[in-house]
């Protein structure tokens, strides 16, 4: 949870990276705040702070403050992006994946967030727009056919069948091609 702002929600979804409590989620969930209030899995409701922002990418890496001022937290279930050498997952089109987030904020508690399944089509380069200003990002996005586009769903983790991390969901942008 950041700050809302006119339509935008203030609420969106994040990705654990790191056992030691490192999130990965969409920088424009968090438009100017300073301080970050995290859901974790168990329901239980946590400070964060803001690590980097990258705004080329449209990306922000998040650290949990541990509990009750404790130095270290023990180890927290994530996805590990270290590929230790090896490369990535390569989807190829007609690959079903599945998304796990928070639209709508139905995981604002110990409850589980929501699961959307579809499939992977394509990876192309992004030339976009968010309502009449041009989107930073230019690179390869990979285009799925699970609906996304609901609040709080940006920030959204991407997997494939074997739960391997591909993605995350992005804002909802508008192409400056075909105006879709």
């Keep these: 949870y950041g700050l809302k702002a006119g339509a935008q929600a203030g609420y969106g979804t994040g990705v654990l990276i790191s056992g030691d409590g490192l999130i990965l989620t969409i920088n424009s969930l968090l438009i100017d705040a300073r301080q970050v209030r995290v859901v974790t899995a ?10 980097r922002r990258d705004d080329q990418r449209q990306l922000a890496l998040l650290k949990l403050v541990p509990k009750d001022g404790a130095v270290a937290t023990a180890p927290i279930p994530h996805f590990d992006l270290a590929c230790g050498g090896e490369t990535p997952p390569a ?6 994946i599945i998304v796990a987030g928070n639209p709508f904020k139905v995981a604002d508690g110990a409850e589980p967030v929501s699961l959307a399944h579809g ?9 976009a727009r968010r309502a009449a200003k041009e989107f930073p990002y230019h690179g390869d996005v990979l285009i799925i056919d699970a ?27 508008t192409s400056n091609l075909t105006h879709t």
């Design 42 to 51: 168990d329901g239980v409701n946590r400070e964060a702070t803001i690590v």
């Design 91 to 96: 989807l190829q089109p007609g690959d079903w």
């Design 119 to 127: 499939v992977y089509s394509a990876r192309t380069r992004l030339d």
């Design 147 to 173: 609906v996304t586009s609901n609040p709080g769903a940006a920030g959204s983790a991407v997997v494939d069948l074997d739960a391997r991390f591909v993605g995350l969901i992005g804002r909802e942008v």
